[in-house]
Nanobody
Framework: QVQLVESGGGLVQAGGSLRLSCVVS????????MGWFRQTPGKEREFVAT???????YYADSVKGRFTISRDNAKNTVYLQMNSLKFEHTAVYYC????????????????WGQGTQVTVSS
């Protein structure tokens, strides 16, 4: 069973930075596409960023130039560096694994972490 464990969330002031991490318990991690999504109460889960097994990346327009997704296959870990945070970035952030590709559609991801809360104070 593939497990994903996120960490790095917390409370930060507007303008600050956070780096989220997601460790994946899978020997074939390097072949997975990985994604970050976020959700706020009463809203659907929203795509943030994705990275392919060959390090191609794609971002939601709302985070381009502000967030960076990366991966370290030696550590089975995917990261989300978030800079210049705003109040509207407050959400629970989830990482997800796609064993067949990568992309912005949550439905294509087979495995999900439990989420980590990011709270940005204005």
């Amino acid at each position: 069973q593939v497990q994903l464990v996120e960490s790095g969330g917390g409370l930060v002031q507007a303008g600050g930075s956070l780096r989220l991490s997601c460790v994946v318990s899978a020997r074939t991690f390097r072949t997975y596409g990985m994604g970050w999504f976020r959700q706020t109460p009463g809203k659907e889960r929203e795509f943030v960023a994705t990275i392919s097994s060959t390090d191609h990346t794609y971002y939601a327009d709302s985070v381009k130039g502000r967030f960076t997704i990366s991966r370290d296959n030696a550590k089975n870990t995917v990261y989300l560096q978030m800079n210049s945070l705003k109040f509207e970035h407050t959400a629970v952030y989830y990482c997800a694994a796609d064993t067949r590709g990568y992309g912005s559609e949550a439905a294509t991801y087979e495995y999900w972490g439990q989420g980590t809360q990011v709270t940005v104070s204005s």
